[in-house]
């Protein structure tokens, strides 16, 4: 059963915008990464295998969102419970960031608006669908 053309644009549309922000959240992730690079060559961190574990993390992290991204944006199946999941954990984070030593509401927030409109687009009744009719080909 094939979608109406107005359906698939619309689909298209939730899949771009899911992986623009999903990019920005890599690209976010990836910054974070050469930031922490950046301390370790100018002498700033204090632990080297602990700023190296992070590094390490914080690029990992960031490519695996940016593969992501280019999953959502194809309609892979895999991609959008890849998102769903990072959504999920990013909310975690904002959630820690209100409260605690170097509580940021801005942090917190800054977290909070693109997961919940992720999560809203990976949820929504196109995506829903068209995982669906993945699963029945």
């Known amino acids: 059963m094939q979608n109406p053309p107005d359906s698939e644009t619309r689909l298209a549309l939730i899949r771009t915008i899911g992986a623009v922000i999903l990019a920005i959240e ?4 990836l910054g974070f990464g050469a930031w922490m690079l950046l301390d370790l060559f100018s002498g700033q961190a204090k632990s080297l295998p ?3 574990t992070l590094i390490a993390l914080y690029l990992a992290a960031g490519t695996w969102v940016g593969y992501l991204a280019f999953g959502v944006r194809k309609g892979a199946r895999w991609a959008r419970s890849g998102a769903i999941f990072w959504q999920t954990c990013q909310l975690f984070l904002a959630g820690q960031s209100f409260t605690g030593r170097g509580a940021s509401p801005f942090i917190g927030i ?9 999560l809203a687009l990976m949820f929504s009744k196109p995506v829903l669908a068209d995982s ?6």
């Open 26 to 29: 890599s690209l976010a992730v």
């Open 50 to 52: 602990a700023a190296l």
């Open 110 to 118: 800054a977290l909070i608006l693109p997961s919940v409109l992720v």
């Open 132 to 137: 669906k009719r993945q699963l029945e080909e």
